[in-house]
């Protein structure tokens, strides 16, 4: 239900509760003014009437889950109250935890909240498992009144019949002759203005005067999110440290505590059962619905904001991918034509095959002459023990699909993926904005957001302070304590981090050492053995931390001890990210900037422990990079896409055939739901997690893999469409949580994107050849044809693979780690084709920095190679900067349109507070 929000601030009558916080009443005795006897379902709620005017609410049938129809295992006996939340435990022989047994603790905890909270609560004993107790609660209307004003709840007063069109509208009624294909068939939200509740002034709400208001006034995800609060501060014991369900539930005192579902996602439109959630799922969660828009305001009527505000941004993020998906396609598409139909590099070395005699217009003993080559090149081996002499042009393949992703049109596209971020994040500010708005979540944080249930029963009795917003008085913890909790777990955090990383390095010594073993047998086995049996140690190890490091982020956010759950959300998130960063870009960054890198060169290579550092195939490090890019966009999306279809419905099925001894019977509503797997505690972190990783991985080494939008693209279609079938039919329902944004995955999401421009820049200058070859073509090559003519001024890059490489006489390699030289074939054939050419005088090339023959000194190339690179990254960074810089400042975070219905607002609030002689 999209709404605008008007102050109610001044409108408390006599006898109204002021600031609006409850006064529960605790274990010893203090006044609850929320405390009423339990209810006639046939009671009539309500204060006072003063009724003003006969408000109706026009569409209380949007504010129900069913109305009339659905589940009637969604109410009490009585068929009249609805039930608000589940309760489910099973008797065990083992029944005592710390003294107390599980029965009392039930016993109390169900105590406090029927007493000290006013909730109603109905015990169902049969069950077809037989072994499964249910308790189903109510909150009755009056007490959701007062606790819909003590949470700061905004309630319509009045519908806003303003129609606000913006520009894509006005374009797709232009494009679409006046109809959206993409839109769903669900009625649209009605737009209202909203007021901070206060159940002293309910008759100004709209909906009062509804017959059935019992049912509708409150939204199905206000109740539940009433219902949790409660759940939260009851108590199962004297002391102030032994209250709310989630204790219950973590030493299973309760199995399960769920608000239902509003019946079966399988009904039928027509049916008497129709219901929300099935209509949710016909016109969002099914496959055919892939290219419609996400019915937002209604999963946020369902699911509560903070479900919604995951999909919102998730549809965002890949309604934004289009755009880079078509241009990064067109740049492969132009590089295939550069690798197979043009002059490039990949072409002159591939042009090599078979010429490994000299070519008569060459001396006798040179490789290039000009623009020529000579001849293919016999290149040093890769590794020290078992590795062979090889020919340049074995590198053929490699090298063209270098070029694919090595050219000029990959620099355009870096640029142009960081620009895009920068728009990506400008743009979602502006959409959240106006998210906010229409739901009422501007200043939520400051002004709603509820102390977490924790941090008052830890610092009950301790000091407090006044809220700075609402001025009620909160527990507090000195910002001293607070800060240094911080900085302890941030050590730990950066520990488990170190670990990772040891990880990472103990698998590359481990290859190395393997592979030096095996290779004295076969190299193209070793190499394999030791690619499988790295990765699944690295596999394993990476598992295992994490686990641990899991278990332990949980427990260190829980002893920080954040104020709210936004704090502490927020913790959690960045600390599982900060590790999964290392964890999931460790291998990338490796091969990017490190590999081949500290190799050394022949035949002084570096060692530790006598073990050569791991080199670049021969191909060149780039390709590895793209390789590995692409397995992992491509097989572990896929990946993770079968195990979010998989797992939730194998451990559906096993729970199914635990619980259900009596086939005969039809399960109830919550015996079906207790069978759904339940949200992780964590909330939607792995939902936020992959896709921000993802996002990482098509920002940070795009340049390395244009087409890494295009494969984004087509795993988040999917992925909305998984998720929204996963919380559909094989999740429980979530408590209705709010959240004013998406916390800390915007200021992670922005740190990438600064991160992109400088890994980019370094993967063009230090990875790939693009800035050696402008070295070369501007500053080095002498201009030939193939007959030795001069070519003028025409820059180009032939003759630049053999130039590029350094020289080293093969009689030099000759006796390290019992190298034989002369019995090599590739030395024998080579020898035997080229007759002038003697082992004594025979070199062999090598990929390193361009030195002088033999090892001998840096030439100035690679002194122009290095000035080149550093002022590519230089350069490209400030004008990417500078630019991004713009944009932001161009942008404006809040659309003209909003800032015009707030100003609306503003009049609108004057005049009612006047119509109240306020």
Not at 31 to 40: D, G, K, M, Y
Not at 466 to 486: D, H
Not at 501 to 528: E, M, N, P, Q
Request: glycine share 8%; net charge negative.
């Amino acid at each position: 239900m999209a709404s605008t929000t008007i102050g109610f601030e001044g409108l408390s009558d006599a006898g109204g509760t002021g600031a609006g916080q409850p006064e529960h009443r605790s274990a010893d005795g203090e006044s609850n003014p929320l405390l009423r006897t339990q209810a006639s379902p046939d009671r009539s709620y309500g204060p006072p009437a003063d009724v003003e005017d006969e408000t109706s609410y026009p569409v209380a049938r949007e504010m129900s889950e069913f109305g009339d129809k659905g589940d009637k295992s969604m109410f009490f006996k009585d068929k009249k109250r609805r039930i608000d939340y589940v309760l489910a435990y099973r008797e065990t022989t083992d029944d005592r935890d710390w003294g107390q047994s599980r029965a009392e603790k039930r016993r109390k905890f169900q105590d406090s909240l029927n007493e000290h909270f006013g909730v109603e609560m109905e015990e169902e004993h049969e069950s077809n498992d037989g072994k499964t107790h249910y308790v189903k609660l109510h909150v009755p209307f009056p007490v959701l009144g007062k606790w819909a004003e003590s949470m700061l709840m905004r309630l319509p007063t009045k519908e806003n019949n303003r129609v606000i069109r913006t520009l894509s509208d006005k374009i797709t009624e232009k494009v679409c002759c006046g109809s959206n294909p993409c839109e769903t068939q669900l009625e649209p939200e009605t737009d209202y203005y909203t007021a901070l509740f206060r159940w002293d002034k309910a008759s100004k709400f709209l909906g009062w005067n509804d017959k059935n208001r019992e049912q509708t006034f409150f939204t199905p995800a206000q109740r539940s999110r009433i219902c949790h609060e409660i759940l939260s501060k009851a108590r199962y014991g004297d002391d102030v440290s032994k209250s709310g369900v989630g204790r219950l539930l973590g030493n299973k005192t309760y199995t399960a505590a769920f608000p239902l579902h509003s019946g079966s996602f399988e009904a039928a439109a027509d049916s008497s059962e129709d219901n929300t959630r099935a209509m949710l799922y016909r016109e969002w969660a099914v496959w055919r619905a892939w290219y419609k828009e996400q019915p937002l305001d209604h999963i946020r009527n369902y699911f509560g904001e903070k479900v919604a505000l995951y999909f919102a941004w998730l549809g965002f993020y890949t309604n934004m991918l289009i755009l880079p998906s078509i241009v990064g396609f067109i740049i492969f598409i132009i590089g295939c034509i550069l690798a197979y139909g043009g002059d490039n590099p990949g072409k002159e070395l591939c042009d090599l095959l078979g010429t490994t005699t000299m070519s008569p217009r060459c001396n006798d003993t040179a490789l290039w002459q000009g623009a020529l080559v000579c001849r293919d090149i016999l290149m040093c081996p890769l590794c020290d023990t078992g590795c062979k002499y090889w020919y340049l042009s074995d590198s053929c393949q490699y090298a063209k699909a270098t070029v694919i992703f090595d050219n000029g049109a990959t620099v355009f596209f870096a640029a142009f993926m960081a620009l895009w971020a920068t728009f990506f994040l400008e743009y979602w500010k502006r959409q959240q904005n106006q998210i906010a708005y229409d739901w009422d979540l501007f200043d939520f944080e400051e002004e709603e957001e509820r102390p977490r249930a924790e941090y008052e029963a830890a610092l009950k009795g301790k000091e407090t302070k006044p809220n700075p917003v609402t001025g009620i008085l909160e527990p507090y913890q000195p910002r001293s304590k607070y800060y240094a909790k911080l900085m302890s777990g941030l050590s730990m955090v950066s520990f488990f981090v170190l670990l990772v990383i040891g990880v990472l390095f103990s698998i590359i010594l481990y290859r190395l050492a393997v592979g030096k073993a095996l290779y004295k047998d076969d190299i193209s086995l070793a190499s394999i053995i030791t690619a499988i049996t790295g990765s699944v140690l690295q596999v394993i190890g990476i598992i295992i931390l994490n686990k641990i490091y899991e278990g332990l982020a949980s427990k260190l956010t829980d002893w920080e001890l954040h104020r709210t759950q936004t704090e502490h959300e927020d913790s959690f998130s960045f600390k599982m990210f900060l590790f999964q960063f290392f964890n999931f870009y460790g291998s990338i960054f490796y091969i990017a900037f490190f590999k081949g890198n500290f190799s050394g060169n022949p035949p002084k290579y570096n060692k530790i422990g006598g073990l050569r550092l791991d080199e670049c195939g021969a191909g060149g490090c780039l390709i590895e990079l793209t390789i590995q890019l692409a397995i992992i966009m491509v097989v572990k999306q896929a990946i993770n896409n079968f195990m979010e279809i998989a797992v939730p419905r194998l451990k559906g099925y096993m729970a199914r055939r635990d619980n259900i001894d009596d086939h005969s019977q039809t399960p109830k509503r919550w015996e079906e739901d207790l069978d759904l797997n339940v949200q992780p505690p964590a909330g939607l972190l792995s939902e936020y997690l992959e896709m921000v990783l993802q996002y990482g991985f098509i920002t940070l080494f795009v340049s390395a893999f244009p087409l890494a939008p295009l494969f984004a693209l087509a795993n988040n279609i999917i992925e909305i469409r998984l998720d929204a079938n996963k919380m559909l039919t094989q999740l429980r329902r979530p408590y209705a949580a709010r959240a004013e944004d998406i916390g800390i995955w915007y200021g992670i999401l922005a740190a990438l994107s600064y991160m992109a421009v400088v890994t980019n820049a370094l993967v063009i200058a230090v990875t790939s050849g693009f800035v050696p070859q402008l070295v070369y073509r501007y500053a080095v090559n002498d201009k030939f044809d193939e007959y030795g003519v001069w070519l003028g001024d025409e820059k180009t890059t032939n003759g630049y693979v053999p130039y590029s490489l350094s020289t080293i006489n093969v009689t030099l390699l000759d006796g390290l780690n019992g190298r034989n030289t002369s019995t090599d074939p590739k030395v024998q054939e080579y020898l035997a084709l080229n007759t002038g050419i003697s082992l004594q005088n025979l070199t062999c090339a090598y990929r390193g920095p361009k030195r002088l023959a033999d090892g001998g000194e840096l030439t100035a190339y690679y002194w122009h190679t290095v000035a080149g690179r550093l002022a590519f990254v230089i350069a490209f960074e400030h004008v990417i900067f500078l630019t991004k810089g713009i944009i932001a400042w161009i942008v404006p975070d809040v659309p003209q349109h909003i800032k015009l219905e707030m100003q609306r607002e503003n009049f609108h609030n004057k005049q009612k507070l006047q119509d109240l002689n306020m």
